[in-house]
T-cell receptor, first 111, second 113 residues
């Protein structure tokens, strides 16, 4: 079993749809959770950063962490064609420089 | 604001040739620095990280090496490239201390032929 599991997709939605992206993990010691957006042939861009369980909202993006289920989600409201990218989840135990990434979900938002 | 640079952007090298990829960070001091490799359809694999000048930690055995000659400069090298070294190489930095977010550079796409 991989330490971080993420459905690679691809996921295709119409413009304006609500998108749900998810990751599961096996290491209960993870405390810090991040979502990155990566456009084709570019470096990943940090979107959301959360600590422990709970929700965090930033504009059209909401990150949720459920540590009891070892499950994290990223929701995108009112999705736009510019949201088309690969989304990577990442997590780490603490300040130990060892971040673990999911394989990424490729999202396409069709106009 | 902080900026991270990588070069070259694209590189095609024959098997057995040497490699040198460079990463520099502007606008911050004493960052933690990281080298990752991203294979197609796979997540990022941490190769090296550094918490200070001359301090390098290696995460996986390989024919690659890293050096940090200056506070904001991180170099990835190889003496002899293998076909399996092809991939997308990403440099990242974090403020260190209790801050865990990592910020990535634009990447170098390496093709070994």
């Amino acid at each position: 079993q991989k330490e971080v599991e993420q459905d690679p997709g691809p996921l295709s939605v119409p413009e304006g749809a609500i998108v749900s992206l998810n990751c599961t993990y096996s290491n209960s010691a993870f405390q810090y959770f991040m979502w990155y957006r990566q456009y084709s042939r570019k470096g990943p861009e940090l979107l959301m950063y959360t600590y422990s369980s709970g929700n965090k909202e930033d504009g059209r993006f909401t990150a949720q962490v459920d540590k009891s289920s070892k499950y994290i989600s990223l929701f995108i409201r009112d999705s736009q064609p510019s949201d088309s990218a690969t989304y990577l989840c990442a997590m780490m135990v603490g300040n130990n420089n060892d971040m673990r990434f999911g394989a990424g979900t490729r999202l396409t938002v069709k106009p | 604001s902080q900026t991270i640079h990588q070069w070259p952007a694209t590189l095609v090298q024959p098997v057995g040739s040497p490699l040198s990829l460079e990463c520099t960070v502007e606008g911050t001091s004493n960052p933690n620095l990281y080298w990752y490799r991203q294979a197609a359809g796979r997540g990022l694999q941490l190769l090296f990280y550094s918490v200070g000048i001359g301090q390098i930690s290696s995460e996986v055995p390989q024919n690659l090496s890293a050096s940090r000659p200056q506070d904001r400069q991180f170099i990835l090298s190889s003496k002899k490239l293998l076909l399996s070294d092809s991939g997308f190489y990403l440099c990242a930095w974090s403020p260190g201390l209790a801050v865990n977010e990592q910020y990535f550079g634009p990447g170098t796409r390496l093709t070994v032929t």
